[in-house]
């Protein structure tokens, strides 16, 4: 599924310089998943400890890899968007796995990829099932990878029920993010989301079950808050069943410590032979989604780019390597090599400061446009930061939302099916892509064949690769300075 | 009377091997298998055998 980002030209050259120029052409897939504040926005202890974490920095995930070992199978929840029987190598989203490891085949995966991966930063365990209720797999896993790379941050993803009787290990191994599914504060409506939970020892169904289950949520989110682990509170947007609500539930994971709220869209594909899927149903538009974010925008901090990754996934993310290290793949033995990672993170150091100050002189161009018009840019990015993609290979697009204010990352939009395989004369693309670009204004990548672009100009899409391979805050600040500063005001007086 | 598990719809997730209260699950073969001569339906442990309580899949962990 990939759009792999290139490896080779950041590891084969040996200065800093040359690694340096090879990001600016490759690198991460830009822009999604955790805050979208920066260092001046977040106090400085916060800042340091999510600065290389891509699913909780926005800004780190231009820059840094994770990857999702599958040690904890068990769960102890049936949630009605989710099918376990399922599973897929081709498929991108939470729960999906295709190969359980073992804590020690874990282990040496991790450091597979450590050694390979220079942008690896953090390890999560996100499943497939819980990892609070596996919970001997995932500590055993965490306690082995700790042991060869002491730096690595250590992260959870949980459904929180079983968080409760685990959270002194947890800050005990440095555990330093949590995430935890909280899709309803209202027993009600988790009734319709959960059908069933496995506690102390038996089933408990209906309201019982949910009320169970919050009250265990709220519970484990104030002590991850009192000692400090910081939390993420991952909501499923169900159109009809919780979307009113979780504008409560932002206020409330607010209130109880949360450090950043991550609304996602419903997957409810049929196929997928979950509940919902196979009960009609669906999951909501873009438009709903961000109407949604922007709603809760004032309360827990919220992340928009979230990329409801494998629970297997590997790397940056918006790319998927999992399928390059699969167990039959991995050494019998192996041992950890820091080198490029160490030089991978000097590199990244220069290369961040460079973007910080190229999203200041766009900040400065869009203040000086003085103009009260707000657009939505996508932009085709293999990720540093960077319009470095060509449009035809676009898995997906960035979108950022412009203003005199400044430039905001408000979240990415998969393409199905990418034109550049189906071929681009079939309609069905075309369609498609009008649709996932619905609302856009302008979308920037770094080449686009004339052919299709008359075809996308005709069915009202500007796209442009003018600012190729720029910064994507200035390309942005370029174009609406252009577009809707003074001279655009002029014109129309 | 013994609990047994259906292979074909086992997602050998392995929660009921942890949960058995009698050590009677266990892996064989990368299918989890239920020894018929531990298994007590849980009785004297908990009101509900654990496995088919656990399992995500419905008539998965089922009576021999």
Redesign the interface.
């Known amino acids: 599924m990939a759009n792999f980002v290139s490896l080779d030209n950041l590891l084969t050259p040996t200065s800093a310089d040359a690694m340096r120029e090879a990001l600016k052409a490759s690198g991460c897939s830009s822009s999604s998943c955790g805050s979208s504040a920066g260092a001046a926005d977040l106090p400085p202890g916060v800042w340091h400890r999510i600065k290389d974490h891509p699913c909780y920095s926005e800004e780190a995930h231009h820059y840094f890899a994770r990857m999702h070992v599958a040690v904890a ?4 929840i ?1 949630c009605h968007y989710c099918n ?2 399922y599973d897929c190598a081709n498929e991108s989203r939470p729960g999906v796995v295709s190969e ?1 490891l073992t804590p020690e085949q874990a282990m040496r995966k991790v450091v597979t990829v450590a050694n390979e991966v220079p942008q690896l930063s953090v390890l999560g365990i996100a499943g497939h ?1 819980d990892a609070c ?2 919970w ?1 797999k995932t500590k055993e896993t965490f306690s082995l990878v700790s042991k060869q790379i002491p730096d690595i941050k250590l992260c959870i993803s949980t459904n929180g029920l079983a968080l409760l009787d685990h959270v002194d290990e947890l800050a005990d191994m440095n555990v330093d993010h949590v995430t935890i599914t909280i899709n309803t504060i209202d027993p009600e409506i988790g009734s319709r989301i959960y059908p069933w939970i ?1 506690y102390k ?3 408990f169904t209906g309201r019982e079950a949910s009320q169970i289950l919050h009250e265990r949520q709220m519970q484990a989110l104030e002590m991850l808050a009192a000692r400090g682990i910081l939390t993420k509170i991952n909501s499923v947007m169900i159109p009809g069943i919780n979307d009113k609500h979780l504008k409560v539930v932002n206020a409330e994971v607010k209130k109880r410590g949360a450090f950043l709220h991550n609304i996602m869209p419903l997957i409810s594909d049929p196929a997928h032979g979950t509940h919902f899927g196979l009960t009609g149903q669906r999951g909501p538009k873009h438009s709903e989604l961000k109407a949604l974010q922007d709603v809760c925008a004032g309360g827990a901090n919220l992340m928009r780019h979230c990329r409801q990754c494998r629970a297997d996934a590997v790397g940056l993310r918006g790319e998927d390597r999992g399928q390059e290290f699969t167990l039959d793949r991995l050494p019998d033995e192996i041992t950890y090599d820091p080198s490029k990672r160490q030089a991978y993170r000097a590199v990244v150091a220069r290369e961040r400061s460079d973007h910080l100050a190229a999203k200041q002189d766009a900040r400065m161009t869009l203040g000086a446009a003085d103009s009260d018009a707000s657009i939505l840019v996508a932009i085709a990015t293999k990720g540093g930061g960077r319009i470095n993609q060509h449009f035809g290979h676009a898995k997906e697009f960035q979108v950022y939302e412009a203003s005199s204010a400044g430039v905001v990352f408000v979240g990415h939009r998969k393409v199905d099916g990418a034109y550049c395989r189906g071929g681009f004369g079939e309609d069905a693309v075309l369609d498609n892509l009008i649709r996932t670009l619905e609302g856009i204004d302008i979308v920037l990548c770094s080449k686009i064949g004339d052919c299709p672009k008359k075809q996308l100009d005709s069915a009202g899409i500007r796209v442009s690769d003018e600012w190729a391979y720029e910064y994507i805050e200035s390309a942005i600040s370029t174009h609406y300075a252009r577009e809707y500063g003074a001279a655009f005001q002029a014109r129309r007086a | 009377m013994a609990y047994k598990i259906i292979a074909s ?1 086992c ?5 009921c091997e ?2 058995c209260p009698n050590a009677a699950i266990s892996m064989k073969r990368d299918m989890y298998v239920i020894d018929a001569v531990k298994c007590t339906q849980c009785e004297g442990h ?3 055998p ?1 496995c088919a ?2 399992c ?2 419905p008539d998965t962990c089922v009576l021999a």
């Open positions: 199978p068990a769960c102890n049936q376990r029987k359980k099932g209720y596996d001997k496995f020892n038996r089933r | 719809e997602t050998v997730c392995g929660a942890f949960e908990y009101d509900t654990q309580s656990v995500p899949v």
